[in-house]
């Protein structure tokens, strides 16, 4: 019996309520997410949950291990630090995308299949231009474009991949997969964009800087370690 919810739907769903509140309240709220988040935590265990049937394949949205629930503490410890840091901001935009964001890198952290890890690599994406954005300058609203396009291709290598992987193997669920052939080498470099490896690094110190000082926070601590 399942007793606990899916980590990344707390924030990620939980974030859709923010614009809604104010003043103290939508500050406790906004607290009270990760400390929702790690507690849910606490109460997982080894296995695999929340599968949902779409066409003839499992979506696993679920997969808890020892080496996912590391990371699951680690992402919603920091989700706490960086929104004590951020509470001072009076911008919906920015809270939204941040806690869309720490969603979706624990979506991508528990995630058991290719198909469910790429919803949500493409919401840290799409969330991320907002955190960039939503600085709201000429300089960020440029940076932002190029992120778009530069994760977008990054996000088309990967889900060719994903789908040739998946007529050669006839399953999106993770095993080994090596880099023997073309689909291999589109995942690894939808992978290895994000996690800023040479030489397809230079996005980061183009869009960082122009980003908000929330955006830096969430997008340093959890850009790279997702990926």
């Known amino acids: 019996m399942i007793t606990t919810l899916p980590p990344a739907a ?56 020892n080496l996912s629930m590391v990371f699951g503490y680690i992402f919603v410890i920091v989700t706490f630090i960086g929104i004590i840091y951020a509470l001072h901001v009076k911008d919906d935009v920015q809270h939204v995308a941040a806690f869309s964001y720490a969603g979706g890198a624990l979506g991508v952290t528990f995630a058991g299949d290719l198909f469910s890890l790429y919803i949500f690599w493409e919401i840290l994406a799409i969330a991320s231009v907002f955190l960039v954005w939503a600085r709201r300058t000429e300089a960020s609203l440029s940076a932002g474009f190029r992120y778009l396009l530069v994760h977008v291709f990054g996000g088309l290598c990967l889900l060719a991949g994903i789908i040739l992987y998946v007529q050669n193997t006839g399953t999106p669920e993770f095993g080994y997969i090596g880099l023997s052939n073309v689909a291999s080498w589109l995942i690894f470099i939808g992978f290895c964009l994000n996690a800023v490896v040479f030489p397809l690094h230079p996005w980061l110190p183009d869009a960082y800087p122009e980003a908000t000082v929330t955006g830096a926070v969430f997008m340093s601590a959890l850009t790279t370690k997702s990926a």
């Open 10 to 65: 707390i924030f990620i769903i939980g974030a859709l309520f923010i614009p809604l509140l104010r003043g103290k309240l939508k500050s406790v709220y906004m607290l009270l997410l990760p400390v929702l988040g790690f507690v849910n935590l606490l109460n997982m265990t080894k296995g695999k949950y929340w599968i949902i049937k779409f066409l003839d394949y499992n979506l696993i949205f679920g997969r808890v291990d």
